[in-house]
């Protein structure tokens, strides 16, 4: 868009762009130029202070106060600038000036800058609109995720704010061990963005469970218990299908790490596959211990909580068999944390 009230800078200018297949609107009455900017998106402003019903610094600061126009550059044409006149256009908002009489080169070079540069700003712009809307859709996914992990929980009466708390426990011990253990280059801020999503997944396969095993009081019989261990199985298989679409998810991919192995111990002995060590993952392994204390800290029907220093024993004690020696490690750099979480989400009795 050109504002000029100088006919022949306006058929320099018309001549120039109209050859390159660019639509050149011109007005020489400032008024006019401002009614037709509301509806029309100029990719590049030429503005005179020779304008006719306008003075040239009001009618920039005016451009530049609308909000569609607030990032289209201005190129404003000044006859024979001086200091005062260059500062006042770009105290007017203006992104270049350029004496008159114009010279084609070195006008078409600033105007394919400004044009360069305003598409950039615009990609940038609209890149920051796709992430907002991204995160606004992954926020709500996460917590569609959250929902029904919590769906699966409610099964089991007697977990009260498990989830809650366990996604906390494994959110702490990762930063803990990222900072301090052996596993500190494996520890990358996408693996903990992971875990505290992942980790209320963990027991999602129990929904397949009856209800006359997953609710008993007392002590399972021995093939109760093994239709109980299925549900690490029937979880990760379920989160599989998904995966076998979203393959580069890596947040599915842990979820299916935790729910299958969350319940195999450092010493081979756990289930479903008694791995060993190392070959269980270390999601799994992290999510193993968050697991055991939130389990012996809470309220079950058939015992009450037993207090953290109690359940910090029986941790320790199981360190090198039950659990990684490193995460009972950096459990005991952080345990004020964790009982900090517990009463933050401590269970409170229906009414």
Known sequence: MVIDSDNSVVGLINRMWSVQGCEVLSFPIGSSALKTARSYEPDLFLLSDNVHDADGFDLCRNLKLSTAHKNVPVIFMVEKPNHEDTTRAFDA???????KPLHFVELRKRIDLHLQLYINLSKIEHNKTLEMQLKDVSEAQLATIFAVAKLAEQRDGDTGAHLERVREYCRILALQLRDDSPYTSYITPEFIECIQHAAPLHDVGKVAIPDHIL?????????????????????????QMVFNNYSSNAFVGMGIEISLYHHERWDGTGYPDRL???????????????????????????????????????????????????????????????????VKFRDHAPL
């Open 93 to 99: 908002g203006a992104d270049d000036v350029i004496a």
């Open 276 to 342: 060993i060590g190392k070959n269980i993952p270390l999601s799994a392994r992290i999510m193993a211990l968050a697991d055991v204390y939130d389990a012996l800290s809470s309220d079950r029907c058939y015992r009450k909580a037993l207090p953290h220093e109690e359940v910090k024993a029986m941790i320790v004690e199981e360190s090198g068999q039950h659990f990684d020696p490193e995460i009972v490690k950096a459990f005991l750099n952080v345990e004020a944390e964790f009982v900090a979480i517990t």
């Open 215 to 239: 609710l008993k009081a007392g002590t399972l019989s021995k093939e109760e218990f093994e239709i109980m261990k299925t549900h690490a199985i029937l979880g990760a298989d379920n989160m």
